[in-house]
């Protein structure tokens, strides 16, 4: 890597064309380096760091939770709130545990109205990490894809086209479509707030274990080519 590369990389050639949420931990914008409160640098949503979630250096910034209970809440914005939309994190797991979840738009895990959408590493029982979209009756995309593995980066991202053409609402992981399936409606539930790792009131160990460096939102599903311009940008950032 060039010695400005870890820095240009957190700073171009992402895809901006429908960029509406754009938290990435390494600018001081999103997070000026002390106390609770990041900003979205698109569309300056606030987040707040809850229940002593912090702040590394890492990999030029990032978001950390410890599992138990921390995660970043950043309110129920009308951004969150309709599809289509594509998902993109850059997250790193420290362990395997009981859902552990990137993106939850109300509880992490829970029946069809405890939760509108949420993106989750499942236990260490299981081998797989879902996609989940709920219209408060039925999960309308439920796909579930390999899980990554622990204690290394990866670039995830999540995708639904809010329609029930054949196979609109896919899994990516580091660059490669991962699974896809085919959503058994179009409704979808807007009661609760969306979490950066997480959030259960109830069996709060269901947050994210591990760091969280990026998270994305766009208007439209971007294209296997963008998706990959998009990790291109950042791999060495995080050892690619």
């Known amino acids: 890597m060039s010695k400005i590369g870890a820095?240009?990389?957190?700073?171009?050639?992402i895809i901006t064309d429908g960029l509406v949420f754009n938290m990435d931990f390494s600018k001081f914008a999103c997070y000026p380096r002390t106390g609770t409160t990041c900003t979205d640098l698109n569309a300056s949503i606030n987040g707040t760091f809850t229940n002593g979630a912090s702040f590394t250096s890492d990999n030029l910034g990032a978001f950390v939770g410890d599992g138990v209970d921390d995660h970043m809440d950043c309110g129920n914005n009308a951004i969150f709130q309709s599809f289509p939309l594509t998902i993109e994190a850059w997250v790193r797991c420290d362990a395997d545990k009981d859902r552990n979840a990137i993106l939850t738009k109300g509880r992490s895990s829970g029946n069809k109205t405890d939760r509108d959408m949420d993106i989750?590493?499942?236990?260490?029982?299981?081998?797989?990490?879902?996609?989940i979209v709920s219209d408060g009756v039925n999960f309308v995309v439920q796909l579930q894809v390999a899980k990554p593995s622990a204690g290394a980066w990866h670039h995830i991202v999540a995708q639904w086209d809010g329609t029930t053409n054949s196979n609109t609402a896919k899994l990516f992981t580091d660059n490669a479509l991962a699974g896809q399936t085919t959503a058994t409606g179009t409704g979808f539930r807007n009661a609760h707030n969306v979490f950066i790792g997480g959030q259960h009131p109830s069996n709060p160990n269901r947050t994210w274990d591990g760091k969280i460096a990026v998270i994305r939102a766009y208007n439209r599903i971007l294209t296997t080519d963008e998706i990959s311009i998009n990790y291109?940008?950042?791999?060495?950032?995080?050892?690619l």
């Open 7 to 13: 820095i240009a990389q957190s700073d171009t050639s």
């Open 120 to 131: 989750i590493w499942i236990d260490t029982t299981r081998t797989n990490m879902d996609f």
């Open 232 to 239: 291109n940008a950042l791999k060495e950032r995080f050892g």
